[in-house]
């Protein structure tokens, strides 16, 4: 295989881990386009394959190798879009320098009103097979887009892991957990941060926020944590002051003779576009400061809309989108004549 150095890119790509994989890293995969057989063509088989890279991503269980950044490595390495690579041999040469752990290879037919989907993976180091998925999917093109989350799940989790993804979470409060607690120290100690009694020194304070109401996906504490940085690095330059993070609960609990800014931000709407093989999200959010803890109207309001860099799945392009509107208020609240009048102890 040494010499073969033409190829065409003709299959489909889904990492299966083998059962009882206790690697601490994910494993990283790269996806080939699906051979398209009988009734399928070129241009469905490759919108069905980024949608599986986006189904296998979406499972947490492992790193999807971008399909432009393949396109360049290969080039470089000599790989042409021609020829054929339809072995295990030809598969783990290109694995190796591809980089990654595991290739899957595979095929989309149709027969009659069926659509026959199958999908094999390659362990890179062993050359050898280490599962095989086929689903028989009856009904018409779009119909196998349906079918793509539960293959992912199939082929990326050991045979007694779920198949189902977790549900969308709300935000940490005092009483969340986790379901692997084991695994998620840093994730404990910051529930713990924004969820502990806080004393009122008048430095402003920013509001855990919810998104529950308007995302659908899971945000997890990591993306909360995240989120909540990025706008409180942008709120500290703003008011030249260190601003807290905490629960809506412990911040109802200070007192009337705190003087302490609140800052709470409400989504107002999400949505995402396809930027090649991956999304960029588009969040819009209004900011509204309150004088105090206790006061019932905002001073200030301030709407943004900001979309930021694409990315796999559905958390990283929404977390890109927030930290594209915190810069943007570290910008707009800095002119602000509340923020300015705060600043000189004046408000």
């Not at 890279?53 to 021609?82: C, H, P, W, Y």
């Not at 041999?89 to 069926?114: P, T």
């Not at 109401?213 to 995240?226: A, G, I, P, R």
Request: proline share 4%; charged share 25%; net charge negative.
């Amino acid at each position: 295989m040494k010499n073969a150095r033409t190829i065409i890119l003709s299959f489909t790509c889904a990492l299966a881990m083998v059962a009882g994989m206790q690697a601490k890293e994910k494993p990283t995969i790269a996806v080939l386009t699906l051979k398209n057989a009988n009734d399928v063509s070129d241009g469905e088989a490759q919108i069905i394959t980024d949608r599986l890279r986006i189904e296998l991503f979406k499972t947490g269980n492992v790193e999807v190798m971008e399909r432009e950044q393949m396109d360049v490595v290969l080039k470089e390495q000599g790989f042409q879009a021609s020829g054929a690579c339809s072995d295990e041999g030809c598969m783990v040469e290109m694995g190796q320098l591809l980089g990654v752990q595991f290739m899957i290879a595979g095929s989309i037919g149709k027969l009659g009103s069926m659509f026959l989907l199958n999908c094999r993976s390659v362990n890179i180091s062993t050359a050898k097979i280490v599962k095989v998925v086929s689903v028989d999917i009856d009904g018409e093109i779009e119909d196998v887009v349906g079918k793509l989350g539960p293959i992912a799940w199939k082929l990326t989790s050991s045979e007694t892991q779920a198949a189902t993804p977790a549900p969308s979470a709300p935000p940490p409060s005092e009483t969340s957990g986790s379901d692997n607690d084991e695994d998620d120290d840093e994730d404990q100690q910051w529930r713990a941060m924004v969820s502990r009694p806080i004393k009122c020194n008048n430095y402003p304070i920013l509001e855990v926020p919810d998104f529950s109401q308007k995302v659908t996906f899971k945000l997890s504490d990591d993306n909360y944590e995240d989120i909540c940085e990025a706008l409180k690095e942008a709120l500290d330059d703003a008011f030249r002051r260190d601003v807290h993070i905490a629960t809506a609960a412990r911040i109802g609990e200070l007192t009337g003779a705190c003087k302490s800014p609140v800052i709470r931000i409400r989504l107002e709407a999400y949505s995402t576009k396809p930027s090649g093989s991956q999304f960029i999200g588009t969040a819009q959010a209004t900011v509204f400061i309150f004088d105090t803890p206790k006061s019932e109207k905002p001073v200030l309001a301030v709407k943004v809309t900001e979309s930021g860099d694409r990315h796999w799945g559905e958390e990283t392009p929404f977390e890109n989108a927030f930290e594209e509107i915190a810069s943007t208020l570290e910008s707009q609240l800095g002119k602000a004549d509340y923020v300015r009048k705060y600043r000189r102890g004046k408000r």
